[in-house]
């Protein structure tokens, strides 16, 4: 535990450091508030309205049969006055069987809905987030169900969780770093009652303008998932690391952008590489 605890305080510690020293660097270049920075702080937007979809995919290999996992989702993001925001996200999973004996040999369901409000501030060239979710436990999670469709589309926790993240503008490079806490409350189960009291995750990610159009982006993210309790006794697995990198590039066009991108799991080797693809348009209200 102590060994796991301390990997994970290594690597968070790495990403602020890394991020300390972007800010280092860019701060003699861009001393100055640049142009991309001036139309942030000035544009006044008293709403805007952001719909986006994404997919993800990779290969999914069992002993029975090899398949192809989609997680597509579906999002609503509001933000009012650059401030107040609130937003909906409804991820679904779909499982697409390769094998050619495979039955069935495709099977869908909608996973577990989440809403998020936060708050947004600026501090000169940092942009500061805080924000607050809930997750509903709306997809298939129960053994006998999903063994009946074959698929498991939730986790069937209510969830609760917290997020700070700090982003720096250093044009064209934006870098930050944000820390999640996730509760999993009481699920019931056929022998008792379990929970997961708290998920922590990381995150450092950079992004920098390669021109007007395109960007690339990165991001390293460590994880220390806390055992499950059944009944108030924990599971013998004990404190779970993982670790997920991932980059991408980002086409924007006035209020439209597209994501392409890669992800892996990087503590397990043996873990499939994940393809990413988004889209968002934004509508705006000026005052």
């Known amino acids: 535990m102590r060994n796991i605890a301390r990997g994970f305080l290594s690597t968070v510690i790495l990403s602020m450091v890394i991020a300390a020293l972007l800010s280092t660097i860019g701060a003699p270049a861009f001393a100055q508030t640049t142009a991309h920075q001036r139309v942030g702080v000035e544009t006044k937007d008293s709403f805007e309205a952001t719909i986006g979809t994404s997919v ?10 090899n ?9 609503l993001d509001l933000l ?3 401030r107040f925001g609130l937003s909906f996200e ?8 390769t094998g050619r004996e495979a039955v069935p040999r495709s099977v869908g369901a909608v996973g577990d809905p989440e809403v998020t409000a936060s708050y947004t501030f600026r501090i000169s060239d940092w942009r500061l987030n805080a924000s607050l979710s809930f997750t509903h436990p709306f ?10 469709k074959q698929i498991a589309s939730g986790s069937g926790y209510p969830k609760l969780g917290a997020l700070f993240s700090a982003v720096r503008y250093l044009d064209p490079i934006v870098a930050g770093v944000s820390l999640r806490g996730e509760t999993c409350f009481a699920r019931p189960e056929r022998s008792g009652t379990s929970t997961r009291p708290l998920i922590l995750t990381a995150n ?21 998932s806390w055992p499950r309790y059944l009944n108030g006794v924990p599971d013998e697995s004990g404190i779970v690391y993982s670790l997920t990198g991932s980059a991408s590039l980002v086409f924007s066009e006035k209020d439209h952008s597209l994501r392409i ?6 503590s397990d080797y043996s873990a499939p590489v994940a393809f990413d693809l988004g889209f968002s348009t934004t509508f705006r209200k000026k005052e």
Do not use: C, M, Q
């Open 204 to 224: 450092l990610f950079a992004t920098e303008a390669l021109n007007d159009v395109v960007a690339l982006s990165a991001s390293l993210s460590p994880k220390l």
């Open 90 to 97: 409804v991820p679904a999973l779909v499982w697409i069987a």
């Open 261 to 266: 991108g890669v992800s892996k799991l990087l």
């Open 56 to 65: 993800e995919i990779f290969r999914f290999d069992t002993t029975k049969t």
């Open 80 to 82: 009012f006055r650059r």
């Open 67 to 75: 398949a192809v996992e989609i997680d597509p989702a579906i999002s």
């Open 139 to 148: 997809g298939i999670w129960n053994p006998y169900e999903a063994g009946e």
